[in-house]
């Protein structure tokens, strides 16, 4: 949106052609991976496509011309008048239309370009390469049509200039195009100018929240109003972080509508900088993604009724370990958040937690059960459970390492662990939690073979053993929980002797 804004106004002030496709070539290089850009203009007469701008993997080459008919890709373009975009070249059948003659194309292109059109007419192409595949998707087209669109503005001021002696008129016009495109735009449009301290809501914003131009009479705390109060705190740590650095931030929040209604909005937020490096402008869009939000809630929901479906078959031949998973999980999340881990990892050690178990479903029951020692043969079966469970969960497409942390649970600092012997740090922090989480657990519930230890025995165990078999850190956050943050199971575990139980 900054650099739109940056465009536009540079559009609606100047008549020269070759600085306003400089700047467009600049946002595009900073906003965009790219490795080729260019930006060609079309003349319908002879044919032809004339390169303003071609640049390759940053180095810019001197403008040249082809006929229309030699470039492949941009000429089917030009047919179609509609954008293109190929992900991966060696998977695609490129939709060259018939006649139109291809220039050799790299296997493995991703490319995306867009036509600048001038009302029906194709007047140019703006294309961009990546020479890795699946560099761009279908929402990288948004930016280059929108440059397009104001690439064409830029052309049509230039040509109208010289076409009249009227400088004024031509800057006009290109001020109402800007007017209209803000006011027709689909996504809600605001403009804060951090100077005056003054904010700016298109009339399609105000829509979004079910009020008419005339009813909305937006003032600089309109925002803090309508937002709702459970995103008010991460909304303003959202808006400092963008001020210091000046970043593109992509930020979804609730707003409160005319009816009352709280609605799902997805924000996409530039800061524009002066030339000192002090923030004056902030500019974005809005879209209400309410219904999209829905659909990932009841996703959400039908994740973890799978998860917790996969918990619980071991509770068909184990009641102890099903209760056991469930503690352990509560004890592992307790600790990272102890540690002030991020709740996106926070639920990735909940769901390992929840399954951390399963590869016991390989181990026979009469093993799990077993109220003595066990032989090495029956020790050796035990110790294949975590790679089991691996085997298990790793084909599922989580959005967390469930599978890797799951097969590392056993895992010890010293290298003493199984199944892969690994030490220190090359098995993951959030297996390190759980494998501490898992002990205390264990040790602080009955077995068949040997009655419950208290919790203070537990803590006095991990902490003699710290930076030998548990992550001193993980050790000390564990402790913090029980000694001074009175953590408690919420489960009830099972203690009853004649409990089925499973050794650790």
Not at 487 to 492: G, I, K, L, P, S
Request: glycine fraction near 6%; hydrophobic fraction near 40%; proline fraction near 5%.
């Amino acid at each position: 949106m900054a650099a739109l804004h940056t465009i536009a106004l540079l559009t609606t002030s100047t008549l020269d052609l070759s600085e306003v496709l400089e700047l467009i070539y600049e946002r595009i290089a900073h906003l965009m991976k790219l490795d080729t850009f260019y930006i060609a203009l079309y003349d319908e007469q002879q044919q032809k496509l004339n390169f303003e701008i071609f640049a390759e993997k940053g180095e810019r080459f001197d403008t040249f011309s082809k006929q229309a008919a030699e470039m492949g890709l941009s000429g089917w373009i030009i047919q179609s008048r509609k954008p293109l975009l190929i992900r991966n070249m060696a998977k695609a059948t490129p939709p060259v239309a018939p006649g139109v003659a291809g220039e050799p194309i790299p296997p493995e292109l991703c490319y995306l370009g867009v036509p600048i059109m001038k009302k029906d007419k194709v007047i140019g192409v703006v294309p961009v390469q990546g020479f890795q595949p699946y560099t761009y998707d279908e929402e990288d087209q948004h930016f280059p049509i929108a440059i397009a669109d104001q690439t064409a503005i830029a052309i049509e001021n230039a040509r109208l200039f010289e076409q009249t002696e009227s400088a004024l008129g031509a800057l006009h016009a290109s001020e109402e195009r800007f007017a209209l495109a803000v006011q027709g735009a689909n996504d809600g449009i605001w403009d804060w100018d951090i100077q005056k301290n003054s904010l700016y809501w298109s009339p399609r914003m105000k829509a979004l929240l079910g009020y008419a131009d005339e009813e909305l009479n937006v003032e600089f705390d309109t925002l803090d109003a309508v937002l709702h109060p459970d995103d008010k705190e991460r909304t303003k740590a959202t808006m400092e972080a963008r001020l210091k650095d000046g970043r593109l931030y992509n930020v979804d929040h609730r707003l409160r509508t005319k009816s009352g209604e709280y609605r799902w909005f997805h924000a996409r937020e530039q800061v524009v900088i002066d030339e000192a490096g002090n923030p004056v402008r902030m500019i974005g869009s809005t879209a209400d993604v309410t219904n999209r939000k829905q659909a990932e809630e009841r996703l959400h929901a039908a994740l973890q009724g799978i998860i917790e479906a996969l918990g619980q078959t071991t509770e068909t031949r184990d009641l102890y370990t099903s209760s056991h998973q469930k503690r352990v999980t509560q004890l592992a999340c307790a600790i990272a958040k102890e540690m002030r881990l991020s709740e996106e990892r926070v639920e990735g050690i909940r769901v390992a937690g929840l399954l951390h178990d399963i590869g016991k479903l390989a181990i026979p029951a009469e093993i799990l059960s077993k109220p003595n020692e066990l032989s090495e043969m029956e020790y050796g079966l035990f110790e294949a459970h975590p790679q089991v469970a691996y085997n298990i969960l790793k084909s599922i497409e989580f959005p967390w390492p469930v599978a890797q942390i799951v097969l590392q649970h056993h895992e010890r600092i010293d290298g003493s662990g199984y199944p892969q012997r690994l030490k220190g740090e090359e098995f993951m922090l959030e297996a390190r939690i759980l494998a501490v989480a898992d002990v205390v657990e264990a040790m602080s519930s009955h077995r068949s073979y040997r009655p419950a230890l208290g919790v203070d025995k537990v803590l006095e165990e991990i902490v003699q053993k710290k930076g030998k078999l548990y992550d001193p850190e993980v050790v000390d956050a564990c402790v913090c929980l029980f000694d001074e943050k009175g953590f408690e199971f919420e489960t009830q575990r099972l203690t009853s002797p004649d409990s089925s139980v499973s050794p650790q």
